[in-house]
């Protein structure tokens, strides 16, 4: 359920801060030269290029140590790295006197020492706390989580997708010990595939084809072989092995070290979804096939990033093998009502975006300089080397589709287009694609996008190779249109840009939303997670790539290192630690956001009980565990289910539901409830307060009642309940509540 993108602020700074600030973070790559005293890594920055030719910025590098350090050979000694592309600079081992006078040289912007910050390429896990730490053998800068999970070692995860490409480096099986005994499956060979492609990190893969037509068997391996490379970056997102030296499609965005939230864990892969292209299709008779091989495999975790399977029940019967299973909540935000894998057993994860953003730079005519979201990287500008290095625009006012492109000489010129009066009546990578083909069809040199969410950077795959493509804002757009020169345009490449000043976590534009229409008394989706530009392996390579298909695998990790970690929870249990533990606020204490049409504070329906926090999952206090026959308990209204959530879709006057913890943290233990009633309804819990003795019952059942204040047909409104105890732990759920007066009469919203 692959959908591409990113939102980030847009930042509002100079050309050279922003590349600069990109400099800097592709020296997070650097090591120190620990054996020499004398000599530090220097970081020169000589502004902008000023010619497409990278030799003549070397040589100008090269020219400038030469008359610091006396000659050419020591230059070229010297230099550790040349920035060459989309800036001019160098990265140079000099002592402190030489530094200073290099600092005096014509050209040079500036010169500082070295600076050495966490790497970010797989920038999710160290958003999530999950930090691995400097060296694979560390453990004094890694989560509480991920050292008391030992990595994730020997837990089985299985992952139902296009199949693996088993050369990737995030798929080494270095240091690792035997297979586990308790597995139980093969390696399946066939075409480019054979035994031993399968290791003691891949340790089974299997491939089905049963519903698969010829066409979309066309350009695919006839074998567990990913042509697609979807299933290749959600395994590798679930438990890749590090990788040191990794970024997009090689390019230095999002440069660093690459690994999956369980680094250790094992993978078994199930290949039922087949085609070369974006949308490849999983049938249900295969996904059901290998559903049926993982449960008598043996594995402990199962991450499908698939959509639409609210009919199969027969997940049901992997859970109660004591299998967690993963879905991804789909990819047809921000729509309400879209919200896809939506069964009670099941975990359901929405897409966030993490801190960093990748701020590109357009230059007008008149030398207005204004901020756009990219993936733009090549060396060579696709913008007309003449005029230095400017274009022309052409305002495409009546749509940016064939028809309209195909109206006009678009040859060698930057597209500008703009957003469809109605957004919410089509999709924005949908959109966005349309525009890059007439566009590239039509000859052009760029495309300058309006869009009212930039979750859509991964659509940027189809411009790589032919132009740059910038998504931007409406204001931008109006800043654009209103310069008085502003027939011409030049576009930068894409910098990295990592940390505070980049607003996150955010639910993605494209992430489904709730309610589920199939299940309207579960709350779905259960949780968020990181999903928006994540980094991972993809064939031999590794890319960027947007939607609830990467927020899956993301949780399935954690699913993983809890699995670890608490070997006696049930999926029930482990479900209930990561919602009842999650934030619903950013770094700064402030409401996590929603992208969509109109951004605005995130609710359940958007993010379910939050975005998940690993490292206090691992201690939840109180979790809410169900017996897997209660879930076909035909006695018990869907409402009473003992889920870490509550959704009343039709309260007429009165409900009363009922919900039983068990305790899981210290044997003595006291909580109290604190209520936050959704609008316009009156909520009470009895008993008010829970105990717990040593020795005496782990568990506790409470009643939560609803009354509706006012008779209206309304909405949903939303609250929660949270148990604190003396201040460790705070046990949260989400609720979302309907007042109903006629049942033929509803509101979704």
Same mark, same amino acid.
């Given at each position: ?5 990113? $939102?980030?602020?847009a ?28 000599? /530090? ?7 902008? $290029? ?15 140590l ?24 160098f ?7 030489? @530094? ?27 958003f ?14 890694? #989560? $509480? ?57 891949v ?20 074998? @567990? ?27 230095g ?8 939230g369980?680094?250790?864990?094992r ?24 559903? %049926? ?54 975990i ?9 953003s990748?701020? /590109? ?39 940016? %589709?064939? &028809? ?29 694609? &349309? ?72 639910? !993605?534009?494209?992430?489904s939303?709730?309610? =589920? ?38 949780? #399935? ?6 699995? =670890? ?6 999926? !029930? ?9 999650? #934030? ?32 206090r999952?691992? %201690?939840?206090?109180?979790?809410? %565990?169900?017996?897997?026959?209660? +879930? ?14 509550i ?16 305790n ?24 008010p307060?829970?105990?717990?003795? &040593?020795?005496?019952?782990r ?7 609803f ?8 909405? +949903?409104?939303?609250?929660?309940l ?7 732990? =705070?046990?949260r ?11 033929f009469?509803a509101?979704?919203?």
């Open positions: 359920m692959t959908k591409m993108g990113s $939102r980030s602020q930042v509002s700074v100079s050309p050279s801060v922003l590349l600069l600030q990109f400099l800097v973070l592709l020296l997070a790559l650097l090591s120190a030269d620990a054996s020499s005293s004398q000599t /530090t890594i220097y970081v020169v920055y000589m502004g902008e $290029r000023k010619d497409d030719d990278p030799s003549v910025v070397m040589a100008s590098h090269h020219a400038a030469t008359s610091i350090l006396g000659s050419k050979d020591e230059a070229r000694k010297s230099i550790v790295y040349s920035y060459k592309h989309g800036f001019s600079g990265a140079a081992k000099l002592t402190e006197p030489q @530094a200073e006078e290099l600092k005096k040289h014509h050209g040079v912007v500036s010169v500082k020492p070295n600076t050495y910050h966490q790497v970010h390429t797989t920038r999710s896990w160290d999530l706390g999950i930090s691995y730490g400097q060296q694979p053998s560390s453990l004094s800068s890694s #989560s $509480r989580l991920l050292r008391k999970a030992k990595y994730g070692e020997d837990v089985i995860v299985g992952v139902i997708d296009t199949g693996i490409w088993p050369e990737s480096r995030s798929f080494d099986d270095t240091g690792y010990g035997p297979v586990p005994k308790r597995w139980k499956g093969v390696c399946e060979t066939g075409q480019a595939f054979n035994a031993s492609n399968c290791n003691r990190k340790i089974g893969a299997r491939w089905y084809a049963g519903d698969a037509t010829e066409e979309d068997l066309k350009g695919e391996y006839r074998s @567990a072989r990913d042509a697609n490379g979807h299933g290749t970056h959600t395994a590798s997102t679930v438990a890749g092995s590090p990788v040191r030296d990794a970024s997009h499609a090689g390019s965005l999002a440069a660093g070290l690459v690994r999956g369980a680094p250790r864990a993978l078994a892969i199930y290949k039922s979804c087949h085609a070369v292209g974006l949308d490849a299709r999983c049938g249900d008779a295969s996904v059901l096939a290998a559903l %049926d091989d993982a449960i008598g495999d043996g594995v402990d975790v199962l991450s499908l990033s698939l959509g639409g399977v609210n009919e199969k029940p027969e997940t049901l019967h992997a859970v109660a093998a004591g299998i967690t299973v993963v879905f991804a909540a789909g990819n047809e935000g921000p729509v309400q009502q879209t919200v896809k894998n939506a069964l009670p057993w099941v359901t994860v929405a897409a966030a975006t993490v801190d960093r990748f701020p /590109t730079v357009i230059t007008l005519g008149d030398g207005q300089k204004m901020v756009g979201q990219s993936l733009y990287y090549h060396n060579r500008s696709a913008a007309s080397k003449s005029n230095n290095g400017f274009t022309s625009l052409h305002f495409a006012a009546t749509g940016c %589709d064939r &028809k309209n492109l195909g109206s006009g000489n678009i040859t060698g010129k930057i597209i500008v287009c703009f957003a469809p009066a109605i957004p919410s009546t089509y999709s924005p990578g949908a959109e966005f694609v &349309k525009a890059t083909q007439a566009a590239i069809a039509g000859g052009a040199k760029g495309i300058i996008f309006e869009q009212y969410s930039t979750d859509i950077l991964d659509y940027q795959l189809y411009c790589q190779g032919h132009m740059p493509c910038v998504v931007v804002d409406k204001e931008t757009i109006f800043r654009i249109i209103q310069s008085n020169n502003s027939v011409v345009a030049k576009i930068s490449p894409a910098a990295t840009v990592v940390g505070a000043q980049v607003a996150s976590p955010r639910v !993605a534009t494209f992430s939303r709730g309610p =589920s229409a199939q299940f309207p008394g579960i709350l779905k989706p259960d949780i968020a997670a990181p999903g928006v530009s994540i980094l991972a392996a993809k064939g031999d390579s590794y890319e960027l790539m947007s939607g609830t298909s990467m927020a899956c695998p993301h949780v #399935s990790a954690i699913v993983a290192l809890l699995k =670890s970690v608490h070997l006696d929870w049930s999926p !029930a249990m482990i479900k209930s630690a990561i919602v009842t533990t999650a #934030s619903v606020t950013d770094r700064f204490g402030l409401p996590i956001q929603a992208n969509s049409v109109q951004r605005k504070p995130a609710d359940p329906f958007d993010f379910g009980s939050g975005h998940i926090q690993p490292d999952a691992m %201690d939840p206090g109180l979790v809410y %565990d169900i017996k897997p026959d209660d +879930y076909n308990n035909d006695d018990l209204d869907i409402e009473q289910l003992n889920l870490p959530s959704a009343v879709p039709d309260l007429k006057e009165s409900v009363t539901l009922t919900r039983t913890v068990t899981v943290g210290p044997a003595k233990a006291t909580y109290r409830a604190v209520v936050e009633a959704p609008a316009g309804v009156k909520m009470s819990v009895e008993p307060v829970i105990a717990f003795q &040593k020795g005496g019952p568990n506790t059942t409470f009643k939560v009642t009354m509706a204040k006012q008779r209206v047909q309304g909405g +949903y409104a939303f609250g929660s949270t148990w604190l105890d003396d201040g460790k732990h =705070s046990v759920i989400p609720i979302a509540v309907r007042t109903v007066v006629r049942d009469v509101d979704a919203s």
